[in-house]
């Protein structure tokens, strides 16, 4: 029972590509109509279930080419949004679990190798998430408010208010962020309910094109993901943002995202 519970919730193996036909086209497998296969049903565009990897998406710290790389083509995704913290990937995780153990009784009387009881359910869950892989980026607070404020998307505020002023004004690392619930620092993604980090590996933005290449060979799985820029804001502020603040609004952002500073060792 446990290995057939284990194939519905990842949701079979990856898809390999298409062979081309005569015709260049990507040849359709015969007896199979197009539409015919029921898509994957899976947690979160950020949680590789094959290969039992977390990737914890802090908005605005180059999150969008890893996501789309991890992303199943054609997948039914329980949870769409993006930019989940650490314990609600753990809440929503043990959700699909329980949602993937339903509807399986299809006769009389109950075949148990079908059909998982509650103490299976739990145990599946917690075995699961505790061989995960989990991983995030973080950036540097100045230039991470810099990019929230010229952002494209979201709540957008370069056209009504100054840069010192938004700077004043800013209290959560999720402010303009219109997804993810309130966070106070980009930290409070990465701790588990103890308040613990619970990440085995974190990358600043700034030394990623040296750190994801290592991705593979520390997390020990079949996953690989390429350093790519996707969702690239060609008015950004943030490639020179010192020169957008004055001293108060430099010292009123260090002091409101002093954890983030001190945890991941960033300075001005």
């Not at 753990?90 to 993937?100: E, N, P, Q, S, T």
């Not at 973080?138 to 230039?143: E, F, H, L």
Request: glycine share 6%; with cysteine.
């Amino acid at each position: 029972m446990r290995q057939s519970f284990l194939r519905s919730l990842f949701g079979g193996s990856r898809p390999a590509p298409a062979k081309p036909g005569p015709t260049g086209r990507s040849a359709r497998p015969a007896g199979k109509k197009s539409g015919s296969t029921k898509p994957p049903f899976l947690f979160n565009q950020a949680v590789d279930q094959q290969a039992r990897v977390i990737f914890v998406a802090i908005p605005k710290t180059g999150t969008t080419s890893i996501r789309e790389q991890m992303k199943r083509p054609g997948a039914d995704y329980m949870v769409r949004k993006p930019h989940l913290d650490i314990r609600q990937i753990h809440d929503g995780l043990r959700a699909y679990f329980w949602v993937k153990s339903m509807s399986k009784n299809k006769g009389f009387p109950t075949d148990i190798e079908a059909v998982p009881d509650a103490a299976e359910v739990t145990r599946t869950f917690e075995e699961f998430y505790a061989s995960t892989f989990k991983f995030s980026t973080v950036r540097n607070p100045w230039a991470r408010v810099a990019s929230l404020y010229a952002r494209r998307e979201g709540v957008q505020m370069a056209e009504g208010m100054d840069f010192d002023s938004f700077c004043l004004q800013i209290r959560y690392a999720s402010d303009t962020c219109s997804v993810p619930t309130r966070h106070e620092c980009q930290i409070d993604w990465l701790l588990d309910e103890r308040g613990e980090m619970a990440m085995d590996y974190v990358m600043r933005l700034e030394d990623i094109d040296t750190d994801l290449p290592k991705l593979k060979d520390l997390s020990g799985r079949d996953f690989d993901i390429e350093v790519k820029q996707k969702n690239v804001n060609p008015t950004s502020m943030s490639r020179s943002y010192r020169d957008l603040y004055s001293q108060e609004a430099r010292d009123h952002i260090g002091a409101v995202f002093r954890r983030d500073i001190e945890a991941f060792g960033y300075s001005f």
